[in-house]
């Protein structure tokens, strides 16, 4: 997981770095052997290490968010927004390395309502905004199974690392806009097949 985020958060980051060549040949340097990271951890148990041709760029928000699940500490809190949990229980993704999701699977998030950032009807449709591959967000209607808690199901053609965000929007939104006012919660991560 922590590879994937950080090959989004060099991805999405790219285009800030394009007035300093150096800092950009540095990161592009990084970059790289965070891919080879990445492929060496799946094909460890048997999955593919390159399961697409693309990888799945994040915003440095969404980048933030995942990576905070693995900072012990940091001495000063950076000027990013930390959004609500999204959690993936079910496939449950062992303690090391989530297996490939088909599509078709159902999968399982909760989220805690009472920390969203704005009010919504309770009885307001939610939706997984599935972020895939090159920009790509495929907005996928849920199910409620209780309260913080909803169902969607893999989209056909979604391969790789993605990211799930909760939001009310039913799609129109790129990455960026989907970050900036349509996030109620997440991201969390979702390896697919």
């Known amino acids: 997981m922590i590879t994937s985020t950080g ?8 285009a800030l770095l394009t007035d300093d ?11 790289t052997v965070e891919a080879r990271h990445d492929a060496y951890l799946p094909a460890g148990v048997g999955a593919s290490p390159f399961p697409t041709a693309f990888d799945t760029a994040l915003t440095s928000v ?3 968010n995942i990576a905070q699940m693995f900072i012990v500490s940091c001495p000063q809190q950076l000027p ?3 959004l609500p949990k999204l959690t993936l229980v079910s496939p449950m993704p062992p303690p090391n390395f989530q297996p490939p999701t088909p599509a078709g699977t159902p ?3 909760v989220f805690d309502p009472s920390t969203f950032y704005v009010q919504i009807d309770p009885n307001a449709p939610l ?10 967000v ?4 849920t ?34 806009q989907l970050t900036e006012y349509g996030a109620l919660a997440g991201p969390a991560e979702v390896v697919l097949s």
């Open 7 to 14: 090959i989004g958060a060099y991805l999405g980051g790219g």
């Open 21 to 31: 060549p150096e800092l950009l040949t540095a990161a592009s340097s990084i970059l």
């Open 62 to 64: 969404f980048a933030y």
């Open 80 to 82: 990013i927004t930390i």
């Open 107 to 109: 999968l399982k998030f």
């Open 127 to 136: 939706y997984i905004g599935l972020i895939n591959l090159v920009t790509n």
């Open 138 to 141: 495929t907005f996928i209607e």
């Open 143 to 176: 199910t409620s199974c209780g309260s913080g808690c909803v169902t969607a199901r893999v989209p056909q053609g979604a391969a790789g690392a993605a990211f799930a965000v909760l939001t009310t929007s039913s799609g129109g939104l790129n990455e960026n």
